[in-house]
């Protein structure tokens, strides 16, 4: 802007001295007094804005404006007034006729002006010069300077009087320069000293090289580092060497990872070697930088470990475990390998009477056993709450050793001394390639072949439980199929009373597969049982034996049925609802719906059962105890249970021993049921003896392959209904 603000006064300065001609010359005063204004109002503008003078003095700014603009309109109304100046000839000047400038009061005001907006100017960079950091005092000192050479220049150009203003050489230089800095310039000293006061504060060690790969300026950490005095820059390479060896600082750029030392005083660095090439794209030098990242790489570290190990005991978290183990056996395909499922048993017990922080002590002091029997091939971790896994090599599995530890495990913390009971489950890997969850599942499996488990602390995953297994998943895939389907139905046997009369019947599952054949109870009954379909099987079994007694009582027959209810019933749905409804369905007396209980449904929550066969007793059902006295608590609970019938075993009698004294045991438990009014119902009658015997005791009801077996509704219904 200043620059071209120059063209209009060096113009009219050339018309002037260039010209014989007065009208020529008196226009190019006015575009050269003009020009002047133009001048001086770029050069404030620009100081306004070089110096950072924007938000200040705006007032004077706008007084400085009105001056130059007043200036501007008098020159303007010059040819009218003659108030600002006129010219006369002078014949001989350089060989050529002159026009000099006549100043009247008009341009007595320009020139105040002109050189007041100059003062205004120069204290504006002065103020700059004495208030900025000497490094960028430079820039505002040359022009500064420059605008002082250029002011005196014109004034003596004024006082002179001489025909040609060379000053408008001070100013254009001024302009040149002004356009410079202003664009271009960058303060060589500035760059140098920042860059300087950077590598100096930043936190990595920062080694200049130079061509030769000595070792010219180095930042104080690196001085720090290298253990070097300042200015000893040269020692710095060979300091480095015997930290981290020859990492090849002669070569070209790189970068590496470096970790000295070992445990808790490991150091973990990246060094990063660049290359600085000067205007041709020659080597210049390089630096090297060292960052310390040992925190950085320790946090990276921790989040690691608490990400795959356990918060509690230390050991892999499940997940890391499984991916452990897939590494073990990808990496050692020669070796054979167990995987072991160790479960504590009872542990929730544990917590219970000594408290959750004795069980979590008793939780680590486990993880440190399985830690300490670790060599280069074992993997271990904690699977969940108080189940561990360990994956070890066969050979280094000794059955005996572990059986003896394991037999007298004891866990003490002060006062306070447990015997922990810990089963292991072990399945040997024969195909590496199945998921490891699928291992521990069948390594599960395994405990539960285990029966005496105070004796037997490890079992073994074999093809047998494999089957079993596969057996499980067989029939509970076809369970609902054979509902649907009438496979699965109610088999009957017979009840009878002291002259022989069937009184009723016992409904028992049976399931006719149409692959299979015939499966007798033990075929399915223990599998849902474990896996809790069994409610499935009893729902139908009602449903189907209401639908028998409809059918009866159509036809006026009053015969009862048992059914049989699972102590899982009651865990997945209202027993007595879902039997009041079905009767209620099918429109019978729920006294010939017969409810057969085992002791087992009183282990627990035995309030609630109660309550609930009382229930049934409200109704109008009849209660039976299935299996009595095969338990420990059932003379203790007789008294309280609500039970209409007793049912014996008579395989009470073939367990051995005493012959003489277990007919004693019954004939009282008759007397006992009888004294209770209660009715005695023994089933597994086989022959006319026992049951004369039975009679002789005053046993009310039979049951037994003596009478009959267990048979189709329809045979049953042949036989006995006609």
Not at 265 to 276: F, H, I, S
């Amino acid at each position: 802007m200043i620059t071209a603000a120059l063209i209009p006064p060096v113009f009219g300065n050339l018309l002037i001295v260039s010209t014989s001609m007065e009208l020529v010359a008196t226009i190019g005063c006015y575009i050269y007094f003009i020009g002047m204004d133009m001048v001086m109002y770029a050069l404030l503008r620009f100081t306004v804005k070089y110096c950072d003078f924007q938000k200040k003095f705006p007032l004077l700014r706008g007084i400085i404006d009105t001056l130059l603009i007043m200036d501007v309109i008098q020159f303007l109304c010059n040819p009218f007034f003659g108030n600002a100046f006129t010219t006369e000839r002078l014949d001989d000047v350089y060989g050529k006729a002159y026009y000099r400038l006549v100043p009247f009061l008009g341009q007595t005001y320009h020139r105040v002006v002109c050189y007041g907006v100059l003062l205004a100017i120069m204290i504006v960079f002065l103020v700059k010069i004495i208030r900025s950091p000497k490094i960028y005092a430079e820039r505002y000192s040359i022009i500064f300077f420059t605008l002082i050479v250029a002011a005196v220049w014109q004034t003596l150009y004024i006082f002179s009087r001489t025909p040609i203003d060379r000053s408008m050489i001070g100013f254009g230089i001024s302009g040149v320069l002004m356009f410079y800095f202003s664009l271009y310039y960058r303060p060589l000293k500035l760059l140098d000293r920042m860059l300087a006061n950077i590598a100096s504060e930043m936190p990595e060690a920062l080694f200049f090289f130079d061509a030769n790969e000595k070792c010219i300026w180095a930042n104080d950490p690196a001085i720090s580092f290298a253990g070097i005095e300042q200015g000893e820059f040269g020692t710095a390479t060979e300091k480095l060497l015997e930290v981290f060896g020859n990492i090849g600082l002669e070569g070209p750029e790189w970068s590496s990872r470096q970790v000295i030392g070992s445990g808790d005083e490991t150091r973990y660095y990246a060094l990063e070697k660049r290359t600085v090439v000067d205007d041709r794209g020659r080597a210049a030098g390089s630096f090297l930088s060292i960052r310390d990242n040992t925190e950085e790489q320790k946090r990276i570290q921790r989040e690691i470990y608490n990400a795959t190990h356990d918060s509690l005991t230390g050991l892999y978290t499940r997940e890391y475990l499984y991916e452990r183990i897939r590494h073990k056996l990808e990496d050692k395909r020669d070796m054979e390998f167990y995987v072991v499922f160790v479960d504590v048993k009872n542990f929730k017990i544990v917590n219970d009477i000594f408290s959750s922080s004795f069980g979590d002590f008793a939780l680590q002091r486990i993880a440190d056993w399985i830690r300490s029997g670790d060599t280069e091939n074992w993997v271990y971790g904690r699977l969940a709450g108080d189940t561990f896994g360990v994956c070890l090599p066969v050979e280094a599995f000794h059955e005996q050793e572990l059986e003896e530890i394991l037999s007298r495990f004891v866990v003490r913390r002060n006062n306070v001394e447990y015997h922990i009971l810990i089963h292991l489950g072990v399945y040997k890997i024969t195909d590496p390639n199945i998921e490891v969850s699928v291992m521990f599942d069948r390594a599960h499996l395994a405990l539960s072949t285990i029966r005496d488990e105070y004796q037997k602390h490890i079992a073994y995953y074999d093809d047998d439980l494999r089957k079993k297994v596969l057996w499980s998943q067989h029939i509970s895939s076809e369970l609902h199929d054979a509902i649907r389907e009438m496979h699965l139905r109610p088999y009957l046997q017979p009840i009878v009373d002291k002259e022989g009369k069937i009184v009723g019947a016992e409904a028992l599952a049976r399931w006719i597969h149409p692959k299979d054949g015939f499966l007798s109870p033990g075929a399915f009954i223990p599998v849902f049982e474990k896996n809790g379909m069994i409610v499935e099987v009893d729902k139908h079994m009602w449903r189907c034996a209401c639908e028998i007694l409809s059918r009866w009582s159509e036809k006026g027959k009053r015969l009862f049925i048992s059914v049989n209810i699972s102590p899982k019933d009651f865990y997945f749905m209202d027993v007595f609802d879902e039997i009041r409804m079905l009767t209620e369905d099918y429109g019978i007396d729920p006294s010939l719906l017969r409810i057969e209980i085992t002791e087992t449904v009183m282990m627990t929550e035995a309030e609630e059962r109660m309550r609930i066969l009382q229930q049934f007793r409200d109704a109008g059902y009849i209660v039976e105890m299935d299996d009595f006295g095969s338990g420990y608590s059932s003379l203790n609970m007789l008294k309280d249970m609500p039970v209409d019938v007793l049912k014996l075993d008579m395989k009470f009698l073939a367990r051995g021993g005493d012959d003489e004294r277990a007919q004693t045991i019954i004939q009282n438990i008759i007397h006992l049921s009888d004294d209770l009014g209660i009715v005695s119902l023994t089933e597994g009658v086989e022959t006319e003896d026992q049951f004369r015997m039975l009679a002789r005791m005053h046993c009310i009801l039979f049951q037994g392959y003596h009478f009959a077996k267990p048979m189709s509704v329809e045979e049953f219904e042949d036989t006995f209904l006609q």
